[in-house]
């Protein structure tokens, strides 16, 4: 079992940054984040694969940057360019190597305008 802990989040004006954290018990083969608006379904903002390999949602490219570190098992987003409709509760995502699929317990994001 492998436990998934955030930190980071909060309230920003739009334009600005913020920095989301997770840290997985033990290794990982993918990492990423999603989140969830109200009212909507739950959505892939960006993940990385062991090797370094990432992948985008449309909405975020160029605004954000996801990384990882593999030695502490940990992957970070860095949200730059906030908008309003980033708000939403983010999620942290690990698919290990056995293929199971775990999720963090969500931090809230809010882009004023």
């Known amino acids: 079992q492998v436990q998934l802990v955030e930190s980071g989040g909060g309230l920003v004006q739009a334009g600005g940054s913020l920095r989301l954290s997770c840290a997985a018990s033990?290794?990982?083969?993918?990492m990423g984040w999603y989140r969830q608006a109200p009212g909507k379904q739950r959505e892939l903002v960006a993940f990385?694969?062991?090797?370094?390999?990432?992948n985008y949602a449309d909405s975020v490219k160029g605004r954000f940057t996801i990384s990882r570190d593999n030695v502490k098992n940990t992957v970070s987003l860095q949200m730059n360019s906030l908008k309003p409709e980033d708000t939403a509760i983010y999620y942290c995502?690990?698919?290990?190597?056995?293929?199971?699929?775990?999720w963090g317990q969500g931090t809230q994001v809010t882009g004023s305008s």
């Open positions: 990385v694969s062991s090797s370094g390999n990432t």
């Open positions: 995502n690990a698919i290990s190597w056995q293929y199971q699929t775990y």
């Open positions: 033990g290794s990982i083969f993918s």
